[in-house]
Nanobody
Framework: VQLQASGGGLVQAGGSLRLSCAAS????????IGWFRQTPGNEREFVAA????????WYTDSVKGRFTISRDNAKAAVYLQMNSLKPEDTAVYYC???????????????????WGQGTQVTVSS
């Protein structure tokens, strides 16, 4: 499966953005999808994940209540709605596809077999 992330941009603190992860490939609906983010000099960190059917989601503590992950398998897309953005949310955001998802290892980036190219999110104070 191939992934393409989009929707990033520059926004003021308190604002919102919606990221999209568009997929190609017939097996998209069998993959769990995760969003990660990375800042210069740091490792890619887990942000959110959604299982193959979309009925289970997980979030890192710092974004709970502000971010919402969702998916539309008919459109082969996953979304990350980001509200109440903070300057510390500034990063390049990546979506990844995980073929053997486990909630216990959702944050381990090496378990994600495919990655999109990343989209820059910048939150100004």
């Amino acid at each position: 499966v191939q992934l393409q992330a989009s929707g990033g941009g520059l926004v003021q603190a308190g604002g919102s953005l919606r990221l999209s992860c568009a997929a190609s490939g017939r097996t998209f609906s069998t993959y769990a999808i995760g969003w990660f983010r990375q800042t210069p000099g740091n490792e890619r960190e887990f942000v959110a994940a959604i299982n193959w059917s979309g009925d289970s989601t997980w979030y890192t503590d710092s974004v709970k209540g502000r971010f919402t992950i969702s998916r539309d398998n008919a459109k082969a897309a996953v979304y990350l709605q980001m509200n109440s953005l903070k300057p510390e949310d500034t990063a390049v955001y990546y979506c990844g596809a995980n073929p053997k998802f486990s909630a216990a290892t959702k944050h381990e980036r090496f378990r994600y077999s495919f990655w999109g190219q990343g989209t820059q999110v910048t939150v100004s104070s």
